[in-house]
């Protein structure tokens, strides 16, 4: 009997996109192999080993992608939302939804666990500092949301989990913390809204009393983002300290 073909998982389709930095790195280590053993039998060899390892990485990603996958659909589902997409509902029952949220907050946790390196792990660690937040915990809002910087170092992952602290410490009355959390999601060139992150960090270092760190940030966002555009109260709160230097 013929097997089932196996449906395609529009979420591993996304991981392999966020990683394929990594595959073609191991493309890269098979077609110079004869470079490196200087005999067709090595290369045999070795390129079977590196497919293997590759398949291998991709199995391990999918089913990465899929707990992750399943745990935000019956989590999207416990809270009365479509499990597929769409905004989520507030409950009518406050302690249906505290509890959902702890239970959900574990499972992410474990998920994340469980497939630690991969983005979708790095992902359930947002998700977890997500629901963390959501019920009044900051502090280990900020250790998941370190956890996902720290799993997906590199990666415009790590520039949200990074983003997401800044965040926290703004509430907390940290702005120097938040400045930097800032400046370390805008380092990250694969993250897309690094103007918006250079602007919030010199923002912040003004509410910090950190002047020049201030225009620092700011130059720095002019020259790199010389097309972006910049939110108004920002704009005014550099454009006073310029006048000040």
């Not at 199995?59 to 019956?74: E, M, W, Y």
């Amino acid at each position: 009997m013929a097997r089932k073909k196996k449906k395609p998982n529009p979420t591993a389709e996304t991981l392999r996109d966020l990683e394929e930095s990594g595959d073609r790195i191991a493309e890269w280590a098979s077609e110079n192999a004869a470079l490196i053993l200087g005999t067709i039998a090595a290369v045999l060899v070795i390129a079977a080993g590196v497919g293997l390892y590759v398949q291998a990485d991709v199995n391990s990603r999918d089913a990465a992608a899929d707990d992750l996958a399943l745990a935000t659909g019956q989590y999207r589902q416990a809270m009365g939302a479509d499990p597929i997409g769409g905004p989520i509902p507030e409950p009518a029952n406050p302690e249906l939804a505290e509890r959902t949220r702890i239970e959900y907050v574990e499972r992410f946790a474990e998920v994340a666990r469980r497939h630690a390196g991969t983005s979708a792990g790095a992902l359930a660690w947002l998700e977890a500092g997500h629901l963390q937040t959501d019920l009044g915990r900051l502090e280990a809002a900020a250790e998941s949301f370190g956890h996902a910087r720290d799993d997906a170092a590199g990666s415009s992952i790590a520039a949200l989990g990074s983003i997401r602290l800044a965040q926290l410490a703004e509430e907390r009355g940290d702005p120097q913390s938040a400045a930097q959390a800032y400046e370390a999601a805008a380092s990250l060139e694969s993250y897309p809204l690094r103007a918006a992150a250079l602007a919030d960090a010199a923002r912040c270092w003004v509410e910090a009393g950190e002047a020049e760190r201030a225009l620092a940030a700011f130059q720095k966002l002019e020259t790199e983002h010389p097309d972006a555009v910049i939110a108004p109260h920002v704009a005014a709160l550099i454009g006073e300290l310029r006048l000040a230097q």
